[in-house]
């Protein structure tokens, strides 16, 4: 077959100069034949049956990452919500079971393990009181395991117990972690229409009906989107849509050729393509910089949400067209800290937290890797939570909050994580109180499905 | 198995040579050649047969970048496969 110099071209420059790249190869095991009425006999099961299966993960992915000159990024697991594994044993602390998933996820050189879990829209079993309890210090305690808890879903409305919880579990975890700056909310994501096979950290889990093991693959390529669109600034709406669709499509089929051949070595069905534009802190990697390429000043200027919605459509048209399974999340990330162009918008008083919220409904995830002040009360953070998981279950799609309230840390000081969590400002909250509003508790019914005007 | 190395720099005398002579030694048969000049930079396009391949595919890889260094060229060796599922419906 005859590719043209330009195609041959266009290729190299998407890996070597635009930061295209997978993500991550996550593979998703079930735990649920682990269960038992024994702790200790559930943790050595889960233990065996995680190095057991992803044994081979990381070396197959870099003999496909060698092979195909793709650059893989991570490696990942995801596992069962482990309230549903951990429950039978009757234990009052589940935080030995993330002492045996971080330990797995070393014993295989994965770079995290998600599925620290908890699904509790409608309500709490006992198990998934004790795992909610549990998170700050599992968190606290291990490096790699990742902690998700589902607070709402737009059939079942949202659970406003388990918000007002995980405002003070955030809490207690940030200050468990205050010597890094509270890095362990990095590991915590609160969602609202969560779901069961997305590959990205720190939200992923293994759901209840996906299959014993599976291979999901997370893309990324900001910087492939931006390229794209660079010398088309008199370009009208319809040409700026079609040129993020076909270039979704062709990243999304790379994507694809990584899943199947991984899928293919490892003897483990191919999932899902997560087609999500997932910026890094490195320069080329950012999301908000295609909002300016489109003609915006800096992202937060009015307009930015219509640029985000056009965005976040086209690479979900382009990347469904590409795949026979796209899944996960899907869409493109705003996170701040993560990427340099938001970081920077912040820094320049460019955009603000309301202006985030408002982006988050028509984003594919939502408010993600914000640092707020140390000295914000549980309560709002539970406040911004209850807001974020209404315009979730409202618009039928997935949010989340993953908030850092970095102790002792002012509006406009900086705090650093390094690596791919990046770092960035301090961003103000409301200082109006939302104690009473959350110390009520019970749930916010279900939307209704019908009338919609 | 078949790829495409690229090589994209400078133009200068007896880069053909030495990245041939390079893919010759490790066994990898060249089934095509073009070069052309591309944005103002040289560029040359191999399409290779890498079935022969006597060392590995991360030593031929690290090969090709100490070749490209030593050119002052960027090379960059791309499976065949990858190119068919973007460009290819």
Known sequence: MIFTPFEIQETVRMFSMQNLDVRTVTMGISLRDCASSSGSEARRRMYDKITRNAERLVAVAKEIESELGIPIINTRISVTPIALIAEPSGETSYVEYARTLDKAAKAVGVNFLGGFSALVQKG??????????????????????????????????????????????????????????????????????????????????????????????????????????????????????????????????MGELVAREASRRLNVPFGIIDLSLAPTPAVGDSVARILQEMGLEHIGAHGSTAALALLNDA?????????????????????????????????????????????TCVCSVGLDMIVIPGDTSAATISAVIADEAAIGVTNHKTTAVRLIPAPGKKPGDHVEFGGLLGGGPVMALSALSSEGFIARGGRIPAPIHSFKN | MTAIITVVGVDMVGIIAKVSALLADRGVNILSISQTILEEYFTMMMRVDLSGLKVPRAELNTELDKAGAELGMKITLIHEEVLKAMHRI
């Open chain 1, 315 to 359: 690479v979900k048209k382009g990347g469904i067209m590409a795949s026979s399974h796209v899944g996960g999340l899907s869409g493109a990330f705003i996170p701040v800290t993560e990427d340099e162009g938001m970081v920077d918008a912040v820094q320049r008083g460019c955009l603000s937290f309301d202006k985030l919220e408002a982006m």
């Open chain 1, 124 to 253: 709490f079993t006992t198990g998934d009181r004790v795992l909610l309890c549990s998170i700050p210090e599992a968190l606290a305690a291990t490096d790699l395991v990742c902690a998700s808890v589902n607070v709402a879903s737009t059939q079942a409305g949202i659970n406003m117990d388990a918000v007002r919880q995980m405002g003070v579990t955030i809490k207690d975890l940030a200050e468990r972690t205050a010597a890094a700056g509270g890095v362990g909310c990095a590991k915590l994501v609160v969602f609202a229409n969560a779901v069961e096979d997305n590959p990205f950290m720190a939200g992923a889990f293994h759901g209840t009906g996906e299959a014993e093991c599976a291979i999901n693959v997370g893309l990324s390529g900001p910087g492939v989107i931006k390229s794209a669109l660079e010398g088309m600034r008199e370009a009208s709406f319809d040409d700026v849509a079609e040129t993020i669709k076909k270039t979704a499509f062709k990243i999304t089929r």
